[in-house]
């Protein structure tokens, strides 16, 4: 028993918050509205650090890399790990929407609240420019902002291929960057203390001041979609797991994933799990430099979650405006249209969603729709886009290291 609490200490103390948190917020209401603060300033801890962080996990994880051969098979297992999952979620999200989700009484009650005048501001999307802004920028100083995250990640590639190209002459600049990576690693143990009360104020905040505001209109979405994570969450995921490792691979997986999923499920923001959710991948048995690579990359190129509600935002529209869509173009549609969504908290789906709208032909006054949907789904799509990047770190590490990758007592940097 003692050896249990030890384990699992900070996981039932966090655990502890969240339910202490949930039951404030369903007993006062609005009033916990008080606590967001507190909540919020966990947050801004986390993301504080997340523009310093990928760079820094990336740039010495990759200037560490003195195989070549390694480094390429890490960066292409990661691809095509992330391709052939997302393509399941895809699948997923399809399947789960075969029930039709809007009623006809609803759908009237939801056309009834579209405000046409959006219409007016209707944005000229150009794919093209919209794929040069994501992964590029124009001054540097752009890249310390947690809106460029995609230009960010490819920047510190480049930075760290660049390390390795110097040979000698780079070593100098990879301690630097080796040594400042450490020190902000224990400031990530700190926030970490502050962890209980933050997510506890967040939760109590959360339920008190959304949990009644979900339409009627829209609970038949919430439901359905929430009950597809938990089919991926428990089930897809811990087959990812035991293919990866198997017995010992699931058990690992079960018992470091907990504090990455709270902190998802918390924050709503995939790059504010980074740093918990890099840790846990770790203790998984994820060797460091396949973590500090898949996890920061799936913030930005792997949403699991994000792909299933694109899917569900897609299905929605087609079901309210009862058009017919061929499969193919649900699937492309989803998947470009996830991709170039940033890794920032509710809010910054906005042009994921008008690609839809855009793409499919839908009436631009069906905006509000998806960014309603988009809010009630945030918090088990966050989930789904934090966790699948654990499981899918363990598939990357039995690709790369192969089927005895857990093993391994030394982790690979």
């Not at 930075?159 to 450490?182: M, P, V, W």
């Not at 492309?332 to 042009?351: D, N, S």
């Given at each position: 028993?003692?050896?249990?609490?030890?384990?699992?200490?900070?996981?039932?103390?966090?655990?502890?918050?969240?339910?202490?948190?949930?039951?404030?917020?369903?007993?006062?209401?609005?009033?916990?509205?008080?606590?967001?603060?507190?909540?919020?300033?966990?947050?801004?801890?986390?993301?504080?650090i997340i523009t310093p962080l990928i760079f820094l996990t990336i740039t010495t994880s990759i200037g560490k890399m003195k195989q070549?051969?390694?480094?390429?098979?890490?960066?292409?297992?990661?691809?095509?790990?992330?391709?052939?999952?997302?393509?399941?979620?895809?699948?997923?999200?399809?399947?789960?929407?075969?029930?039709?989700?809007?009623?006809?009484?609803?759908?009237?009650?939801?056309?009834?609240?579209?405000?046409?005048?959006?219409?007016?501001?209707?944005?000229?999307?150009?794919?093209?420019?919209?794929?040069?802004?994501?992964?590029?920028?124009?001054?540097?100083?752009?890249?310390?902002?947690?809106?460029?995250?995609?230009?960010?990640?490819?920047?510190?590639?480049?930075?760290?291929?660049?390390?390795?190209?110097?040979?000698?002459?780079?070593?100098?600049?990879?301690?630097?960057?080796?040594?400042?990576?450490?020190?902000?690693?224990?400031?990530?143990?700190?926030?970490?203390?502050?962890?209980?009360?933050?997510?506890?104020?967040?939760?109590?905040?959360?339920?008190?001041?959304?949990?009644?505001?979900?339409?009627?209109?829209?609970?038949?979405?919430?439901?359905?979609?929430?009950?597809?994570?938990?089919?991926?969450?428990?089930?897809?995921?811990?087959?990812?797991?035991?293919?990866?490792?198997?017995?010992?691979?699931?058990?690992?997986?079960?018992?470091?994933?907990?504090?990455?999923?709270?902190?998802?499920?918390?924050?709503?923001?995939?790059?504010?799990?980074?740093?918990?959710?890099?840790?846990?991948?770790?203790?998984?048995?994820?060797?460091?430099?396949?973590?500090?690579?898949?996890?920061?990359?799936?913030?930005?190129?792997?949403?699991?979650?994000?792909?299933?509600?694109?899917?569900?935002?897609?299905?929605?529209?087609?079901?309210?405006?009862?058009?017919?869509?061929?499969?193919?173009?649900?699937?492309?549609?989803?998947?470009?249209?996830?991709?170039?969504?940033?890794?920032?908290?509710?809010?910054?789906?906005?042009?994921?969603?008008?690609?839809?709208?855009?793409?499919?032909?839908?009436?631009?006054?069906?905006?509000?729709?998806?960014?309603?949907?988009?809010?009630?789904?945030?918090?088990?799509?966050?989930?789904?886009?934090?966790?699948?990047?654990?499981?899918?770190?363990?598939?990357?590490?039995?690709?790369?290291?192969?089927?005895?990758?857990?093993?391994?007592?030394?982790?690979?940097?």
């Amino acid at each position: 028993m003692k050896n249990f609490v030890k384990n699992y200490k900070s996981t039932i103390i966090l655990i502890f918050s969240i339910i202490l948190g949930t039951i404030i917020g369903l007993i006062f209401g609005e009033k916990t509205s008080i606590l967001s603060p507190f909540g919020d300033l966990f947050i801004n801890l986390l993301l504080m650090i997340i523009t310093p962080l990928i760079f820094l996990t990336i740039t010495t994880s990759i200037g560490k890399m003195k195989q070549p051969k390694r480094l390429s098979k890490i960066l292409t297992s990661i691809v095509i790990v992330f391709i052939i999952t997302s393509l399941i979620s895809v699948l997923i999200g399809l399947i789960s929407t075969r029930i039709n989700l809007v009623n006809i009484e609803d759908s009237i009650k939801i056309k009834e609240t579209l405000d046409y005048s959006i219409e007016n501001t209707k944005e000229d999307l150009n794919i093209l420019e919209r794929t040069v802004n994501a992964i590029s920028t124009n001054n540097f100083v752009n890249l310390l902002s947690k809106d460029n995250i995609i230009a960010l990640i490819i920047f510190s590639i480049l930075i760290g291929l660049s390390i390795n190209l110097s040979n000698e002459k780079g070593i100098a600049f990879l301690n630097l960057l080796d040594s400042i990576n450490e020190v902000l690693q224990k400031f990530i143990k700190i926030i970490m203390y502050y962890a209980p009360i933050g997510l506890g104020c967040y939760f109590a905040s959360f339920v008190g001041t959304f949990g009644a505001s979900i339409a009627i209109g829209y609970l038949k979405t919430f439901i359905i979609y929430t009950i597809s994570c938990l089919f991926v969450y428990f089930i897809i995921y811990s087959l990812y797991a035991f293919i990866a490792g198997g017995k010992i691979g699931f058990k690992n997986y079960w018992k470091n994933i907990i504090p990455a999923t709270l902190t998802a499920l918390a924050t709503c923001s995939s790059a504010a799990s980074i740093p918990i959710n890099t840790e846990c991948a770790k203790k998984i048995g994820v060797s460091n430099d396949i973590a500090e690579t898949t996890i920061p990359l799936g913030t930005s190129f792997h949403k699991d979650g994000s792909i299933i509600g694109s899917v569900f935002k897609i299905m929605f529209l087609v079901y309210l405006f009862g058009t017919n869509e061929s499969i193919w173009k649900i699937l492309g549609v989803a998947l470009i249209a996830t991709i170039l969504v940033t890794a920032v908290p509710i809010g910054g789906g906005t042009i994921s969603e008008m690609l839809i709208i855009t793409m499919m032909n839908f009436p631009i006054a069906a905006l509000p729709i998806l960014t309603i949907i988009a809010t009630i789904i945030d918090a088990p799509a966050t989930v789904l886009n934090v966790v699948g990047d654990s499981a899918s770190s363990m598939i990357v590490s039995r690709i790369v290291d192969g089927k005895n990758w857990l093993k391994q007592k030394k982790k690979l940097r």
